[in-house]
């Protein structure tokens, strides 16, 4: 498994970072969690990390500004397809699969967009989708291989997210349905994300206040008849660690990525569920 020759085929991982002070992080130590090695240092996979936080704007603010009709200049898909660019530059022609590990950045306004340029800037590197990856994640914790029986998951996530419907559509397509706190409650949910003296985002180890919020909207999901929380923002983890809650599922999309992503560098490393 560590011979040069193994290590040859396998692809790099490329994890497109900045969308989040912990994001890369915790995709980086997910792959490492997920990996399944001899022992050694070289048996793991090679992982390029790039956190360009200052090139690649907030993707909430992008999505809102889009939904009030202006033209923000600050563009959150040139941003990242950028940074794949400059990683396919340092690969030299190896082949790589990358992702990114923002709910946010998935929203079609700006993923589409990305995946578009980083096909013509970053050939080589092949983007795994990480929403579709959390919607198999669900179906694999939830005992489906196939569609949902329309079963309600529920959704927590920053307001661009919510906004975006990115989570409703690849849900419903697979057969469940999506529930989210009070509309009245999101503000205080994207606060818990965002808040500059208080919020995941700002603040490490998570704050109490922060992760008192998230436990309880998520409690109060899996009250309203949610089968399974899907935590649908890179930092809600970090606010809400652990694989259940009150005997519901809870779906990481960042574990999601990272298994997709060793899945598709080298397969028969990959660590079952």
């Not at 309600?152 to 919510?162: F, N, P, Q």
């Not at 949910?189 to 998230?214: E, F, M, Q, T």
Request: charged share 20%.
């Amino acid at each position: 498994m560590g011979s040069e020759a193994t290590m040859e085929a396998e692809k790099v991982v490329v994890i497109g970072g900045g969308v989040g002070p912990m994001a890369g992080v915790a995709l980086h130590a997910k792959i490492v969690e997920n990996t399944l090695t001899d022992g050694t240092d070289q048996s793991h996979l090679s992982v390029h990390h790039y956190s360009c936080s200052s090139g690649v704007p907030d993707r909430t603010a992008y999505l809102l500004a889009l939904a009030r009709g202006e033209s923000p200049s600050a563009d959150p898909a040139a941003g990242m397809a950028a940074v794949f660019q400059d990683a396919a530059r340092a690969l030299r022609g190896r082949p790589a699969v990358g992702g990114v590990p923002c709910n946010t950045f998935h929203a079609p306004a700006i993923f589409d967009r990305f995946a578009a340029e980083a096909a013509r800037r970053a050939p080589g590197i092949r983007i795994v989708h990480m929403l579709e990856e959390t919607i198999v994640l669900l179906g694999a914790r939830l005992g489906r291989e196939g569609r949902g029986g329309g079963e309600a998951v529920g959704v927590l996530s920053t307001t661009g997210t919510r906004r975006s419907g990115v989570y409703d559509e690849l849900l419903s397509r697979a057969g469940y349905e999506a529930i989210y706190v009070p509309e009245g409650e999101q503000e205080t949910l994207h606060a818990a994300i965002y808040d500059p003296s208080w919020g995941i985002k700002a603040v490490s180890p998570v704050s109490d206040r922060a992760a008192r919020i998230v436990a309880d909207m998520a409690s109060r999901l899996i009250g309203d008849g949610a089968s399974a929380v899907l935590l649908a923002c890179t930092e809600l983890p970090l606010a809400l660690p652990g694989t259940d809650l009150g005997g519901a599922p809870l779906v990481d999309p960042v574990l999601a990525l990272a298994r997709a992503l060793v899945r598709e560098a080298a397969p028969e490393k990959l660590r079952p569920l």
